[in-house]
T-cell receptor, first 114, second 110 residues
């Protein structure tokens, strides 16, 4: 099993450009998340999807949009990138056996906006 | 909304010393999870605690869940350089959304 796969791993954007971060999981989990992590900081939730067809805003949703395309895929879009969006982005899915709903993270996307 | 706080934010220890990080939630938690993130890596699940007062051990790591289910701690005995990383606690909010604490970054001097 690949677990959670994120693409791309690295990206440099110019201010105002747009891009979509892709995330796919092969564990048949219902819940998927997008977090951002700034240097030396914790994980801040951008958006959350409890199941296919539903999405909810997290702590820092401004400047982002998401799509839960199907149960496997949850993409994050930056419509007009800003330097403040320079960060490491992690996608995660959550599930497991009854009672332990652990989160599985992708390898991260290191995004720099210049 | 629910807030999960961790202290300290950073901790430098000499190899062989003990280390403890504390996690506090603004609301009662149904369970609490702990994750470790190595430098340059992604968070990896360590353990979940569910019961009030629960204590679990993984080799040199001891995890506790408070009686009121609002706080938790992770204690590492005799740290090693392989323990370096950031330790996060996380708890589900009322909507079952996982909320992470700010993390404690552990640095170990050999």
């Amino acid at each position: 099993n690949a677990g959670v796969t994120q693409t791309p791993k690295f990206q440099v954007l110019k201010t105002g450009q747009s891009m979509t971060l892709q995330c796919a999981q092969d564990m048949n989990h219902n819940s998927m998340y997008w977090y951002r992590q700034d240097p030396g900081m914790g994980l801040r939730l951008i958006y959350y999807s409890a199941s296919e067809g539903t999405t909810d805003k997290g702590e820092v949703p401004n400047g982002y949009n998401v799509s839960r395309l199907n149960k496997r895929e949850f993409s994050l879009r930056l419509e007009s990138a800003a330097p403040s969006q320079t960060s490491v982005y992690f996608c995660a899915s959550r599930g497991g056996y009854t009672g332990v709903q652990r989160a599985f993270f992708g390898q991260g996307t290191r995004l720099t906006v210049v | 909304g629910q807030q999960v706080m961790q202290i300290p934010q950073y901790q430098h220890v000499q190899e062989g010393e003990d280390f403890t990080t504390y996690c506090n939630s603004s609301t009662t938690l149904s369970n609490i999870q702990w994750y470790k993130q190595r430098p340059g890596g992604h968070p990896v699940f360590l353990i979940q605690l569910v019961k009030s007062g629960e204590v679990k051990k993984q080799k040199r790591l001891t995890f506790q869940f408070g009686e009121a289910k609002k706080n938790s701690s992770l204690h590492i005995t005799a740290t090693q350089t392989t323990d370096v990383g950031t330790y996060f606690c996380a708890g589900p909010n009322a909507g079952n959304m996982l909320t992470f604490g700010g993390g404690t970054r552990l640095m170990v001097k050999p």
